[in-house]
C-alpha cells in the first residue's frame, strides 16, 4: 500500500512536525493574499511610474507564490479545503498586518512588509526550510529568490522617502525599533515552540534565532536606520 508524504512525514517525525509543517504552509498562504491587498492599496498612490511598477511585480509575484503554497500542502497529500486553516494560523502576523493595513505612512509599511516580514523572518524561514526538506517544502528556494525583489523594492522606495526630510529618517528610526523589539519577543514567545520542533526535526538549524537577528540587521543597514 502506498503511503503519503503526509504519512511518511507523522511516521517519522511524529504529529508535531506535521502540524509545523502546516503552520508554515497555511501563514505564508495568508500573508500572500494581505500583501496582495496592501500592494493594491499603495498603488494609486504612488506617483513615480518606476514605484508603481514595483507594486504591480510584486503583487503578480505573490499571487503565484500563494498557488504554490497551496500546491505545495496538496502534493503531501492533504487537500488544501481538508482541514481546519483557522487551527493553524498565527495570531501576532495577523495583527501586523491590520497594523499595515490602518497605516497611512508608507515608511512605515515599507519597512514592516518589504524589510521586516519579507526580508527578515520570511526570507530566513524560506532559505533554510527550502535547503533542508526541499520535498516537504516545494519551491521554497525559488519563492525565496523572488521575495529578494520585494526587499529591494522597499529598499529602493524607503531610501527616497528617508531622503525626504529628517522628520522621515527619525519615523524611520522608530519604526526599526519596534520592529527590532518586536523580532525579540516574537521569536521566544508565539514562535518559540515551532522553533524548537523545527530544529528537532531537522527542519531548521540550531542557531535559527541567531542567524534570524543577524538578517535583521543586514537587511535593516541598508536604510541606515540601525542605533548603535
Known sequence: MTTTPMEEIIDTYGTDAWDLILTVYINFYYSELEIIDLCARWLPKRQD?????FLLHHASDEVVHAGLFKEGVERLGLKWDGFDHERYR?????????????????LEVLIGLNLYAEGVLAMEELYQLGRSKPDYFYQFA?????????????VTVAKRLLAESEENRKRGIEYCKWYQ???EGYLGGELAQSI???IQAGFIEADYIPRTRERFHDTMSQLGLLEA
Do not use: C, M, Q, Y
Not at 511610474?49 to 511598477?53: G, M, Q, V
Not at 525559488?142 to 522597499?154: L, T
Open 49 to 53: 511610474l518606476r514605484e508603481k511598477s
Open 90 to 106: 498565527i495570531d501576532d502576523i495577523d495583527d501586523r498586518f491590520k497594523k499595515l493595513h490602518s497605516s497611512d505612512d508608507e
Open 142 to 154: 525559488r519563492i525565496e529568490r523572488e521575495e529578494r525583489r520585494h526587499v529591494a523594492f522597499g
Open 181 to 183: 523589539n518586536h523580532l
Open 196 to 198: 524548537e520542533w523545527g
